[in-house]
């Protein structure tokens, strides 16, 4: 080991030579530990040889049982030395090496006797060591000197059995509560990290006693901390105590928001950050209380550390999805950091301006990012992707430069995953913009000539295949679609072919050239391709054999009726089990699995302060739509107009679980209820719905599907229809009891017993409601709108809603009242504001398109007043809707 | 939770690695995110400057130190202001035991000192010790001169 220090530049080979652990070898190390047991024990070689295995452990390596088993017992042999440096590593090893509990023994007497020792340093180890080894029945004999511990007067010792607690808790919980007063002293203790470590234990202990929470912060709040770190503890034990007591309902005052508020002039930076984040993450926050600490983050946002920078940009951006007229005073800042070195917070202010900036900042920041964007890494760029799409969903009018910024990027290089979310950005823009149609689908055309992803080419071709043919010039679109056929692999041939029959099928104008082209494929050198090809021309009736034309539809854009999953599972059997018959794919089961339980439980158990983001919405209607034109009893009620969202009919974790979706028909309801067994000892059968209805006049019950069998944790649906006036919203209420026989399981055979008992299980009470006759459809341009429909239906009235918390409130009230869609972002109300417009729109059953401007507006007595008008195509309606407002 | 210490070389060859509740399947995962994110992010920084990233709900602190890189992984409480806080204890701790900020070579050296500063510094994923002077004084053995 007499080599010089090597400096940093030098060779690197010639560096490695010199490694201390170079060609460091298990085997040969474990030989080497029997110095252990050496008589005279050699304190320095001892050190060097559990450095080594220490070496070995972090590099990830493992021992075996009994090679673990060896050197343990090899190294407790050291205790004999008095030795201060190899004690200490002594104690480290046996914590790396956590015996197990037969072997603990060996120890437990040299450390208890450590553990009493007049050197403190012995003391703080040998509780440390003890604990990590220790078991219940040991601990118990112990507990003794650990309490003893928690309050000895020197720190380290202190602390040592503060964090073992800390540790204990986790495995011998009842233990440590015993011990709630040391700690509760300890908390008291001079030293800054013993009050730290003894605040977190003791909150661990106390966790679930809300009082005894409150108390302490309570004392705690007006008392002295002198770590930081405690401090930091204590600003997130008060916000769960503001977070459960809630507001002062008589003063409007908060409590401990004074605590919070004077912790943000600290002189310690991290505890300045945890209450602005604090106050930031409070249920329904003031703009008032959110001022002071949206300032101090503000001064993080141009700090040296990167560390702050980053923190404060990451809570900015939270805090601007629910206020983004808070942090719109940062904006500058933020945007001095769009350059800054680190990527994460580039991305992060990136985000935040694309949630704060108004109509008319979108340009500039569009300018900003696009030189931004050439130089982060694809994860990111897929961030910034997803936020333009929000953006341009909140500001439809800016779909232009927002689509052409997407086609911009979409042409530069990119990894799969990164053009994929562009790609879906501008299929979600297409479907729900109007307006950005033609021009969307050309930006997606032009991709797919130079796309290196055969995933992506299909799925545009897919879509283009479904949205091409309904536009202004669908002729213009082929080209492009033929040049995959030309250019392409097998498989995007393939679905380029099937995009063609789709125009030709749709538009007979261009059906003889479309059929051109697909004769031309008939030579392909693919088979799928050629067979497609056949399959196609002959359908579309270029052949011999000839479909109708609604079959020929039916055929090419009606998706598989049957879930896919459901599918595979059906497949997979049919071919571990071979039978003579063919596949029928009748045969798979069409329900749909619903939500598994453990997800329902999730929602709602931590309240995040700020409020997560709505779920994007899904589109079921299509799968609802199959499924009941599927049933013959249903066939005949024509189009479905609106299937609500599943309304939930038995709590979790129930025997049973049941929930309802409202299909509403021009002249019928029909209720489709979701039946989950949960019991695996019971089969199910007849199942049906018996449903009161007296308490809605209007409905007059036509019908019942009954649902033969239910069996353990299959999802399965019984119906039931009703008929109403036609066109009415017939509103009421609807009593429902489930009723079934139900037949024991053997679960060793899964066989049902041959008998079964009829019973009923009652469930919930649901409503059907005006806002079930109108669909949530928005418009890109609601100005324009509005002005089109013209004032001759426009019937305006004015409204009192009521004493209300806030204009938030009142207007989700209404929003949830009438179902309608929210536009242009009007659903948001800035905090405190005293008045508030918002946009609706949506369609009315019948398919009247229906249009509603509301205005807020509250007092000094929290009293709300709105005025509602309200356009339609059919003043009949504009007079429902006010009558839905009326009566609601 | 201090999820993970890692300390790598220039090449991204692993010197020490201290995971707590991590899984053992996931280690292997981590060890390789941290090393790349090192070999993308690392080039050119001056010593002590903190790099930060966050991967769901986890944050990473990062910095360079002489030879060697260091990455701290941690959740819930332990978020990016209080992994800073534990790198700085780390990287004043590793100058302080090899006298400087350490080539590969010093810091494979004084490799059993080390071992023994992160005992006293992470302890199954909680800071405990934060003050070098006295941590330089626990891994002798010798009691903390203040209070």
């Given at each position: 080991m007499a080599a010089p220090l090597v400096k940093k530049d030098d060779d690197r080979d010639e560096e490695a030579d010199y490694s201390p652990f170079l060609g460091i070898e298990k085997g040969a190390v474990l030989q080497e530990a029997r110095v252990f047991n050496d008589p005279q024990l050699d304190a320095r070689r001892c050190s060097q040889v559990i450095t080594k295995l220490l070496y070995l452990l972090n590099q990830g390596e493992t021992f075996t049982k009994s090679e673990a088993t060896g050197v343990f017992f090899a190294v407790t042999k050291l205790f004999q030395s008095k030795d201060i440096g190899l004690r200490r590593m002594v104690y480290l090893m046996i914590k790396e090496l956590s015996p197990c509990a037969d072997e603990v023994i060996i120890v437990t007497s040299s450390l208890m006797k450590d553990m009493n020792s007049r050197t403190d340093m012995y003391r703080a180890n040998a509780i440390r060591v003890l604990c990590r080894i220790t078991d219940g029945t040991l601990l118990t004999q112990i507990e003794r000197y650990l309490k003893q511990a928690i309050v000895d007067k020197n720190p380290v010792v202190a602390s040592a059995a503060l964090v073992s607690g800390i540790h204990l808790l986790q495995t011998n919980p009842e233990i440590v509560k015993r011990w709630s007063n040391e700690v509760q002293e300890a908390v008291q203790s001079r030293a800054a990290l013993v009050q730290f470590h003894a605040l977190a234990l003791l909150h661990q202990i106390r966790q679930n006693d809300r009082l005894a929470v409150n108390k302490l912060v309570t004392s705690l709040t007006k008392g002295t901390v002198r770590s930081p770190l405690a401090q930091c503890l204590l600003i997130r034990y008060t916000s769960q105590v503001i977070r459960e007591s809630g507001i002062n309902t008589q003063t409007g005052d908060r409590p401990f928001y004074d605590y919070l508020e004077s912790c943000l002039r600290h002189k310690a930076e991290m505890v300045i950050f945890e209450a602005a984040r604090a106050i930031t993450e409070l249920s329904n926050v003031t703009t008032r209380e959110l001022t002071p600490a949206i300032t101090v983050l503000q001064l993080f946002l141009s700090s040296s550390k990167p560390v702050l920078r980053f923190a404060a940009v990451r809570t900015l951006n939270k805090v601007a999805m629910t206020h983004p007229m808070a942090v719109t005073n940062c904006n500058i800042d933020m945007e001095s950091l769009i350059?800054?070195?680190?990527r994460s917070i580039a991305t992060l202010a990136i985000t935040t301006l694309l949630k704060t900036g108004n109509e008319s900042s979108v340009d500039r920041l569009m300018k900003q990012i696009t030189s931004f964007m050439?130089?982060?890494?694809d994860e990111f760029k897929i961030v910034v992707v997803e936020a333009i799409r929000s953006l341009c969903l909140k500001f439809p009018l800016k779909y232009r430069s927002l689509m052409n910024f997407l086609s911009n990027i979409l042409r530069e290089e990119g990894g799969f995953e990164y053009k994929k979310a562009i790609v879906d950005s501008i299929v979600i823009l297409i479907r729900d913009i109007p307006d950005a149609k033609e021009s969307g689908l050309l930006h997606l055309c032009e991709f797919i000539e130079d796309c290196e992803f055969t995933y992506l080419s299909t799925q545009i071709l897919h879509f283009l295949g479904n949205e091409g043919p309904k536009t202004s010039d669908p002729s213009k679109y082929i080209r492009y679609i033929y040049n995959r056929v030309i250019l392409e692999n097998a498989t995007v041939r393939a679905s380029a072919v099937s995009t063609l029959a789709k125009f030709g099928a749709m538009i007979d104008s261009l059906k003889p050239r479309i059929f051109i082209l697909l004769r031309r494929c008939l030579f392909d050198n693919d088979d799928e391709v050629r067979d497609r090809a056949t399959l196609y021309l002959n359908t579309l009736g270029d052949g011999s054999v000839s479909e109708t034309d609604k079959d020929v539809k039916e055929f090419l854009f009606g998706s598989l009726d049957i879930p896919l999953t459901n599918f595979e599972t059906s497949l997979k059997n049919y071919v571990q089990n071979p039978e003579e018959v063919p596949f029928d794919i009748?045969?798979?089961?069409?329900e749909v699995k619903s939500q598994p339980l453990a997800e329902k439980k999730a929602t709602g158990k931590k309240p995040t302060g700020l409020g997560a983001p709505p779920a994007a919405p899904i589109s079921a209607v299509d799968a609802y739509e199959r499924l009941l034109s599927s049933i013959p009893e249903f066939a005949s009620f024509g189009k479905l107009f609106k299937s609500s969202a599943p309304v939930e009919l038995t709590e979790a974790e129930t025997e049973y679980a049941v929930n309802v979706v409202k299909h509403i028909f021009d002249r019928h309801v029909v209720l489709q209820y979701n039946c989950t067994n949960t019991i695996p000892e019971q089969l199910l059968e007849n199942v049906t719905v018996i449903v009161?209805?007296?308490?809605?006049?209007e409905f007059s019950e036509i019908g019942t599907k009954p649902l033969k069998s239910l069996p353990y944790d299959t999802p399965a649906q019984t119906f039931v229809a009703f008929e109403k006036p036609e066109g009415v919203p017939a509103i009421g209420k609807f009593s429902n009891m489930l009723r079934f026989t139900v037949k024991e399981v053997d679960?060793?055979?899964g066989e049902a017993e041959d008998d079964g008992v009829e019973d009923e299980y009652q469930l919930e009470d649901f409503e059907i409601v005006a806002a079930d006759y109108i669909l949530k459809v928005g418009v890109s341009n609601f100005k324009n709108a509005w002005e089109s429909?013209?004032?001759?239906?426009e019937r305006v009235d004015e409204y009192g809603l009521g004493p209300r918390e806030n204009l938030t409130e009142a207007v989700n009230a209404v929003i949830n009242l009438l179902g309608m869609q929210p536009c242009e972002g009007t659903e948001a109300v800035p905090a405190n504001s005293r008045s508030h417009t918002c946009l609706l729109s949506g369609v009315y059953i019948g398919n009247v398109k229906v249009l509603v401007r509301l205005s807020f507006g509250i007092d000094s007595s929290k009293e709300v007043a709105m005025k509602l008008a309200v356009r339609s195509d059919d003043e009949n309606v504009s007079d429902a809707i006010h009558e839905i407002v009326a009566s609601g | 939770m201090l999820l993970a210490v890692l300390i790598a070389n220039s090449e991204g060859n692993i010197l020490v690695e201290r995971f707590n509740g991590v899984p053992a399947e996931e280690r292997l995962h981590w060890r390789s995110f941290l090393v790349k994110l090192g070999a993308d992010n690392l080039k050119g920084v001056k010593n002590e400057e903190l790099l930060v990233a966050n991967h769901k709900s986890v944050y990473i602190v990062y910095t360079v130190l002489g030879d060697v890189s260091i990455f701290l992984v941690g959740k819930d409480e332990y978020d990016e202001l209080a992994l800073s806080e534990a790198i700085f204890v780390i990287t004043s701790a590793l100058k302080d035991v090899c006298g400087k900020p350490p080539t590969e070579r010093l810091f494979l050296d004084k490799y059993g000192k080390i071992c023994l500063c992160l005992d006293e510094i992470v302890w199954k994923g909680l800071l405990e010790n934060t003050d070098k002077d006295r941590i330089k004084r626990l891994i002798r053995l010798k009691p903390p001169i203040d209070f």
């Open positions: 350059s800054d070195q680190n050439s130089d982060i890494a009748n045969s798979v089961p069409r009161d209805a007296s308490e809605a006049e679960p060793s055979t429909m013209g004032p001759d239906s | -």
